[in-house]
């Protein structure tokens, strides 16, 4: 189970994925720049992060527990779950309607599809 990961939380862990291992004043610097968020919000998130084991701080090294790909994942299933009932047809018969999708899109769909 991925613990719930809310969005300037994703927007943390995508620079922290992106750069990890990392020191907590390197990701500090970081987020300072690409969020506009001060030191203590950093050591913030990182603390709530880790208490859910979505981090680990350790020596004042942060990595990741858990990958960007079990994320979306997880937080896909939710929609999937709560919007549409579960039901994985209902979501791509709505998503594709509102997308236009290019020939090389659909058929790299397919192709997910006969792997599965």
């Not at 994925?17 to 968020?37: A, D, F, H, V, Y």
């Not at 709530?48 to 858990?66: A, H, P, Y």
């Not at 039901?87 to 790299?108: G, I, R």
């Amino acid at each position: 189970m991925i613990p719930k990961i809310f969005e300037s939380e994703y927007r943390f862990c995508l620079i922290l994925w992106e750069n990890e291992p990392i020191s907590s004043r390197k990701l500090s610097e970081l987020c300072k720049e690409k969020l506009g968020w001060s030191k203590t919000t950093t050591y913030t998130v990182i603390k709530r992060l880790s208490d859910r084991g979505v981090v680990k701080n350790e020596n004042t090294i942060v990595t990741s527990l858990v990958t960007k790909e079990q994320v979306q994942t997880s937080e896909v299933e939710e929609l999937v779950e709560k919007k549409f009932e579960g039901s994985l047809p209902a979501f791509v018969a709505a998503f594709t309607k509102s997308k236009n999708l290019s020939d090389s899109d659909v058929e790299e769909i397919m192709k997910i599809i006969e792997r599965r």
